[in-house]
């Protein structure tokens, strides 16, 4: 049996222009990875999901072991949101329903993913460690995150796409 004392956040990593019900995908492909289905029959291994649109899904009661976070699927519930958040912010739409469920945990300590499994960029480098916590603590404006370092980033997957189109048209040159 679960015992949350974290709530762990987590982001899909597929961009929600690609796939805008991505839930399904994620039930998929936690299926084909062998993990344990769930009390209400997902084989999601996050507890909530929320989609672009906002759309909220329990896929795991809050008393069921996760499937997502190694050391800490039996002390914690999991919130993924769809989206790849080193490229994209959440939508507006989903920091609304994040802020909400956030406000239904107010003992848990929340974290992204990579605070506790630390080769992750999970829940995406566009949002500070702090993002989440910011989104229920009344004195601090909800900035989704540091401009300068959103530009920095934004300019390093741009040279990073560059870089593919080079590499792309040299293997087609050979």
């Given at each position: ?29 936690h299926k084909e990875k062998d993990f344990p289905v769930s009390s209400l029959g997902w ?47 959440p939508t507006n739409e989903q920091v609304v329903s994040l802020k909400k469920l956030l ?72």
């Amino acid at each position: 049996m679960n015992q949350p004392k974290y709530l762990i956040i987590h982001h899909t990593a597929v961009s929600y222009q690609t796939n805008h019900q991505q839930v399904w995908a994620v039930n998929r492909y936690h299926k084909e990875k062998d993990f344990p289905v769930s009390s209400l029959g997902w084989f999601v291994g996050y507890h909530l999901f929320i989609e672009a649109s906002g759309a909220t899904i329990r896929c795991r009661q809050d008393s069921d072991i996760g499937a997502h976070t190694v050391g800490y699927n039996d002390k914690s519930v999991a919130i993924c949101l769809a989206g790849d958040f080193n490229k994209e912010l959440p939508t507006n739409e989903q920091v609304v329903s994040l802020k909400k469920l956030l406000s239904q945990y107010p003992k848990l300590i929340i974290g992204p993913h990579r605070q506790f499994q630390k080769e992750r960029t999970c829940y995406g480098l566009l949002l500070a460690d702090d993002w989440a916590t910011k989104l229920i603590s009344p004195q601090i404006v909800t900035d989704a995150v540091d401009k300068e370092k959103q530009e920095k980033i934004r300019g390093l997957w741009i040279t990073l796409d560059v870089i593919r189109s080079l590499l792309l048209k040299l293997r087609l040159l050979k």
